[in-house]
């Protein structure tokens, strides 16, 4: 079975800076996706970003962008001149390749951002 | 984007009555459907997957006759919590896929808080 471990309960950070969220996976298989998701206040899920496991260039997006090692089944999300509206829940997921397209999803990190 | 809408936003019932709730899409056509469950302050849990025109599947742990599931067509998934208690209460969240379509992504509803008295 696939576990996603995301060790930090509560980030913090100042307005402008940078921010790294930590996510760690567990898995036997060779083709999956990784996904970062938002969750802000009103509990909408927004997808932030995507790494197909067998692509070896780090997924961007703007601001956000992720450190891929699949080696150490680790997948860190990096936010670059955090803004008020990251403030959010975020979760890192896990979805096996073929399938139906259930996520597995780690405990989630609560990410403040300070002005 | 695609978007996926829940009705209702909110919803609170007695101890022994049934609550539907809707999760549609609205802009493009759903071959899969997921249905989440999430406590307060924590992660979401899939209770059950289905496809279009087939039973749902059922993650291990969640009752399938409590919480029924029909995938009537492709734009519609409902979310029957029967006979619903206090712990029921939580906040339901359905997601949807277009597989051909979408590669791996779903779009998530905006969910549904249930609170059982």
């Known amino acids: 079975a696939q576990t996603v471990t995301q060790s930090q309960p509560e980030m913090s950070v100042q307005e402008a800076e940078t921010v790294t969220l930590s996510c760690t996976y567990d898995?036997?298989?060779?083709?999956?996706?990784l996904f970062w998701y938002k969750q802000p206040p009103s509990r909408q899920m927004i997808l932030v970003i995507r790494?197909?496991?067998?692509?070896?260039q780090n997924a961007t997006e703007n601001r956000f962008s992720v450190n891929f090692q699949k080696a150490a089944k680790s997948f860190s999300l990096k936010i670059s001149d955090s803004q008020l509206g990251d403030t959010a829940m975020y979760f890192c997921?896990?979805?096996?390749?073929?399938?139906?397209?259930?996520?597995?999803f780690g405990k989630g990190t609560k990410l403040s951002v300070k002005p | 984007g695609a978007v996926v809408s829940q009705h209702p936003s909110r919803v609170i019932c007695k101890s022994g009555t049934s609550v539907k709730i809707e999760c549609r899409s609205l802009?493009?056509?759903?071959?899969?459907m997921f249905w989440y469950r999430q406590f307060p302050k924590q992660s979401l849990m899939l209770m059950a997957t289905?496809?279009?025109?087939?039973?749902?599947?059922?993650e291990q742990g969640v009752e399938k006759d409590k919480f029924l599931i029909n995938h009537a067509s492709l734009t519609l998934s409902t979310l029957t919590v029967t006979s619903a208690h206090p712990e029921d209460s939580s906040f339901y969240i359905c997601?949807?896929?277009?597989?051909?379509?979408?590669?791996?992504?779903?779009?998530f509803g905006p969910g549904t808080r249930l609170t059982v008295l």
């Open positions: 997601s949807a896929r277009d597989k051909p379509r979408m590669d791996n992504e779903q779009f």
């Open positions: 898995t036997s298989e060779s083709n999956y996706y």
């Open positions: 790494q197909e496991a067998y692509k070896q």
């Open positions: 997921a896990f979805m096996k390749g073929g399938s139906q397209g259930n996520l597995i």
């Open positions: 802009d493009f056509q759903a071959t899969t």
């Open positions: 289905s496809n279009e025109g087939s039973k749902a599947t059922y």
